[in-house]
């Protein structure tokens, strides 16, 4: 095999009660990256569309990710990466994790698979680190496994993947400024109150026995954060509206997507999740202010192959 | 049914990981209670057996968790409730839960149960509110309902049930010495860094996966406290020492049960269990301290009546 096309997913990290830990993977938007071998070692970047990114191999997260990988696992060939980048970074939906998740997926599998997904997330963390320089998996690990995933350790890299509620649906509006992952992490206190650290560990639990028993119910219950929310929430314009637009049409819960702008929401059935991203909108409809939104499934598949050659 | 005789658990609170939302119920060790019906409406403690506890009905937890559910449901006729009482207070391993869940359960059996088991730890939250001076469910969660239970909430009192891998076997080692609740609270620091909270909760929702999954690798990796062992450990001693001989004889993990002195270790079989309470035993044996050893299985029940007429 000599080339690999491959759908990067963009992701939801940070979901309410599990920052930094809990993420989910989207379906209908990502990158498209393709890989191709080439006759001298090392990585280089080729064409670029849809956003404006380094071409420099050492400044993209893709390239960066791959160098990582390939000072583990030599290659006597090297790999050139064309990107149509849709997932606009700093949008707060892993746009840097799906270049990093997706370049390493696609040189793995040129190099004859020597590791698992799981095994990825090492490498793809060096374009983590470039992108926010923070070392987090909570983007990287539902791009590469697929549904929701919950990072134990982000030392260790021990990530889980966890089950999916069948009908849950993910509504994401994302408002057109930019948020940078090292700006939103600049306002956060670094100590908490213990009371509110109890409070935050106590849904996170309740969360993840959701997920196992399609209890949406409890699912909304859970969907809270007193930690990072009250503080990142002042970075985004109405986000307090938009939360309780989407809760009041009928979502489980919504909160920030990542490290912001772009603000999820939860809800059971398709129909719901449509709902919630029309009331979303309405709230940014008086200001001048762009966005989109994006209506999805949880996808369980994680990146895939679109074409080998 | 004019009387009924009940068993009441102990319990371990706390679950390294899971501080004031984690805990789970214990099979061999627990306390009689016989509450009869009276004439005259009101409570009365009868005879107290197994340790001294107060007779008045305003300061002993069994009685003053029962005066508050017969505030919500009145009843003509009142109760008469005897103890033996096997848990020593202040032993770490829910003695105040026992007596005060052991009590509401026993007069909503008689009052032809009104209440579920859930609804029953509303009542006897009083009862630990006056043990302890603080309202946590994390004791008596696991007594009423059985197996693992996580306190989503102590605020609305939202307790889940969790499921409990077949094989997971409790050691308890309890050194007589005694801590109050109160004291080991008082211990603690009010704010904990956000890098060590975002960890506990890593653990925690990693722990509550491994229940569903029956990972007792994931279990074992999970089981770790950061925020509140630390300080606790100074109030017993040799707790690093007990602990790294549980971990070292094949023990998943081990820590502080409830806020202590009692010291707990979850191993997968009975045969690892037991070999891990002869090595816990070891360390207090130059000391001139006396202690306790328990081996027990998840009690999936809770609290169940022995005899009623």
Not at 258 to 275: C, D, N, Q, V
Request: one cysteine or more.
């Amino acid at each position: 095999m000599d080339q690999i096309e491959i759908f990067a997913p963009a992701s939801v990290a940070n979901v309410s009660c599990g920052f930094d830990v809990l993420g989910f993977c989207l379906e209908p938007i990502g990158d498209i990256m393709r890989v191709t071998k080439t006759e001298s070692p090392g990585v280089t970047i080729g064409s670029i569309t849809g956003q404006e990114l380094p071409t420099d191999p050492l400044k993209n997260v893709a390239s960066v990710a791959v160098l990582s990988l390939l000072k583990t696992f030599k290659s006597s060939y090297g790999f050139r990466i064309d990107i149509d980048k849709k997932i606009k970074p700093g949008s707060g939906i892993g746009s840097s994790a799906a270049s990093a998740a997706g370049a390493v997926f696609a040189v793995n599998h040129l190099l004859g698979a020597p590791y698992s997904r799981k095994e990825l997330i090492q490498f793809a963390m060096a374009g983590e680190v470039l992108a926010s320089g923070a070392k987090h998996a909570d983007n990287l690990a539902p791009v590469l496994l697929g549904g929701f995933t919950l990072v134990r350790s982000n030392k260790s890299l021990d990530v889980i993947k966890l089950p999916s509620p069948p009908d849950l649906v993910a509504t994401i509006i994302h408002p057109k400024i930019e948020l940078k992952t090292i700006h939103s992490r600049a306002i956060l206190k670094q100590t908490v109150p213990l009371e509110k650290a109890v409070e935050q560990w106590g849904n996170l639990g309740a969360f993840v026995s959701a997920l196992y028993t399609n209890d949406y119910e409890l699912l909304s219950r859970s969907m809270k954060d007193k930690i990072i929310e009250p503080f990142r929430a002042m970075l985004i314009p109405k986000f307090e509206e938009v939360k309780a637009a989407a809760i009041n049409t009928g979502a489980l819960g919504s909160g920030i997507s990542g490290s912001g702008p772009s603000i999820y929401a939860l809800s059971k059935g398709m129909k719901t999740a449509i709902e919630v991203g029309n009331a979303m909108k309405t709230q940014f409809d008086d200001l001048d202010i762009e966005y989109e939104v994006h209506v999805s499934k949880i996808n369980e598949e994680g990146i895939k192959i679109i074409n080998s050659l």
